[in-house]
């Protein structure tokens, strides 16, 4: 049952233009949401994240999009470098537990940004 | 500034035998994880402690188990390796509030022949 997904495996962009990152959630007492980049032979870095009492979240030339009524949420990088090119995780938290989050990461979607 | 590290890049071992994946972090963050990343199925939580000497099964515990002795330190034990956990396994650790994310370790790609 996978909780976090993204329906792209794969997405080329040319250099310049936007790349939208899509991601889905079905369990909707989520309340943090964040995206994470990986490249290859190297853990994946945290890149942006939101709450989910708000609907945007912007940082320099990512932005991440969420809306709770249709559970989605979108990564856009404008404008797309070559070094963006990476496995893109879209990732969602469990409520704080006093302790500890629990995050559920999606599949990825690996972007190529092409010069 | 390697906050996250973990002791083996690449390893390559055979069915069946008893493997120790190492993980030290030095932020003094309570909580750690092991996860292990595969094609088309993404980052999958294996177990997580949140305090020393304490642990908690994740989504795929089944032939794992994991040790925390010291608060910086989280092994993860593959009791008898199988061809199916072939994998890249990632370390991540956070801290007990002031929380935004996880930080991971830069991965042990395990090879079992």
């Known amino acids: 049952d996978q909780q976090v997904k993204q329906n792209s495996p794969s997405l080329s962009v040319q250099e310049g233009r936007i790349s939208i990152l899509n991601c889905d959630y079905t369990n909707s007492m989520f309340d943090y949401f964040l995206w994470y980049k990986k490249y290859p032979a190297e853990g994946p870095t945290f890149l942006i994240s939101i709450s989910s009492i708000k609907d945007k979240n912007e940082d320099g030339r990512f932005t991440v999009f969420l809306n709770k009524s249709a559970k989605h949420l979108s990564l856009h990088i404008v404008p797309s470098q070559p070094g963006d090119s990476a496995v893109y995780f879209c990732a969602a938290s469990d409520p704080f537990r006093g302790g500890y989050q629990k995050v559920t990461f999606g599949t990825g979607t690996k972007l190529q940004v092409i010069p | 500034d390697v906050k996250v590290t973990q002791s083996s890049r690449y390893l390559v071992k055979r069915t069946g035998e008893k493997v120790f994946l190492e993980c030290v972090q030095d932020m003094d963050h309570e909580n750690m994880f092991w996860y292990r990343q595969d094609p088309g199925l993404g980052l999958r939580l294996i177990y997580f402690s949140y305090d020393v000497k304490m642990k908690e099964k994740g989504d795929i515990p089944e032939g794992y188990s994991v040790s925390r002795e010291k608060k910086e330190r989280f092994s993860l034990i593959l009791e008898s390796a199988s061809t199916n956990q072939t994998s890249m396994y990632l370390c991540?650790?956070?801290?007990?509030?002031?929380?935004?994310?996880?930080?991971f370790g830069s991965g042990t790609r395990l090879t079992v022949v």
């Open positions: 991540a650790s956070s801290p007990t509030g002031n929380w935004n994310g996880y930080t």
